[in-house]
């Protein structure tokens, strides 16, 4: 196999080697944002808990093709870790398991200069747009938008600033590849010499947070290299690839896919809107991207943006969250009804390139049933289209979750 040099080693290595001149560090959950610290007594104990989450899923399926789809059950998502707390030092280590495969979500320390200041870095969410500031366990539309899957990256090693003021909210990361998480794991450090490398923001400002009445708007905008890719032409990295199956856990069949190979860079942006009153918010995004080619090949551009209005039946108003910059999760006794529609394109003619473009509106209820415990139905209609050699496809699917976070 051939190996490809990038600058992702040096760079990320700098990053790792920057922040050995802090002290030393401790983990936090997703959820938890910049809480207060205090310096450690000599007699002060470091503070273990454990962090975990459990999906059960149903679902009742209707398609042309319906062999692709039987209705069923699953368990798509089983997490169990252990985060740590020592003054201003946090840290977490969580494991999944899902669809047969083990695989590390959470790894990462994190120091705290402050109550509205703080520096994190391992494999961890990298903030990009309003739905990255969440896990994809935690949308209120139980499937995330197929946008937000096809332009946002999953958990990625890096380093990642935050600084959560009162009226605004930002972020500053340096990460590499996503396939860094298993080569780096699997190959150990030679793994990192192969990897492409990427930088990220996410700028909001949020005049109004108080209960029932909220109005923030951001924008996020992203840097990233060619990644690995094993494609027609062998090993190669010098491209993007990009899949998204259709919105259910249950069953796993993929909806859209696309190839961008002879890349030099990628570009994208994604500003995001939030507005509640009393107990009624609007949630919503737009994504662009960019990716651009060596040898004369026109750039690949692809869209998306999803818009959610959701709304309390019962549990009074909404709450915001300062760490997270958006809603809070309702209190618990709650009944929330949403509904969604999301646009994702993956085809772009002047390039040549057609991933298939999606249409996906649904329409659901949530419970709180406590602060750990959801319970979740959604009803989805899904059509996707422009897909060469792939007939244009409808799909409608009624599904459960009992989902325990904690």
Not at 296 to 318: E, K, N
Request: one cysteine or more.
């Amino acid at each position: 196999m051939k190996r490809f040099h990038t600058p992702g080693a040096t760079l990320f290595g700098a990053l790792l080697i920057s922040t050995s001149l802090f002290p030393a560090s401790v983990f936090a959950s997703e959820t938890t944002a910049t809480p207060e610290q205090t310096a450690p007594s000599p007699a002060e104990k470091a503070q273990f808990s454990p962090v975990g989450t459990l999906l059960l899923d149903g679902g009742l399926f209707i398609s042309p093709d319906k062999q692709e789809f039987p209705d069923g059950v699953a368990v798509p998502d089983v997490r169990l870790g252990v985060a740590m707390k020592y003054g201003k030092w946090q840290a977490k280590v969580e494991a999944g398991f899902a669809y047969g495969k083990v695989a590390l979500k959470d790894m990462w320390m994190q120091y705290d200069f402050s109550t509205t200041d703080f520096l994190r870095v391992g494999l961890q969410m990298q903030q990009f747009g309003y739905q990255n500031a969440t896990a994809a366990c935690q949308k209120v539309t139980m499937i995330e938008p197929i946008s937000n899957t096809i332009f946002n990256e999953p958990h990625l090693i890096g380093i990642q600033w935050f600084h959560s003021a009162d009226k605004y909210f930002t972020t500053l990361s340096a990460h590499v590849e996503p396939n860094a998480s298993s080569k780096v794991l699997g190959r150990g450090a030679e793994g990192m010499s192969q990897e492409g490398y990427g930088f990220r923001t996410r700028l909001v400002a949020r005049p109004y947070h108080s209960s029932g009445r909220m109005l923030q708007a951001g924008i996020s905008g992203a840097f990233l290299t060619p990644q690995y890719h094993n494609g027609e032409e062998g090993d190669t990295h010098d491209a993007f690839s990009f899949r998204a199956n259709f919105p259910s856990k249950v069953v796993q069949v993929q909806a859209l896919s696309a190839d961008v190979s002879r890349a030099m860079n990628l570009w994208k942006l994604t500003p995001e809107l939030m507005a509640c009153y009393g107990p009624m918010a609007l949630e919503s995004q737009y994504f662009f991207m960019q990716i651009n080619r060596r040898g004369g090949l026109p750039a690949f551009r692809a869209h998306g943006a999803y818009a959610t209005l959701r709304g309390l039946i019962l549990g009074g108003d909404y709450q915001y969250s300062m760490g997270l910059a958006g809603i809070a999760n309702p209190q618990k006794g709650s009944l929330e009804g949403v509904v969604s529609y999301n646009y994702t394109g993956l085809s772009d003619s002047r390039a040549g390139i057609y991933g298939g473009r999606l249409n996906d509106i649904s329409v659901g209820v949530n419970y709180y049933f406590n602060r750990y415990i959801t319970g979740k139905l959604r009803y989805s209609a899904t059509h996707v289209w422009d897909r060469p050699g792939l007939k244009a496809h409808d799909f409608s699917a009624v599904q459960m979750r009992l989902q325990l976070i904690f």
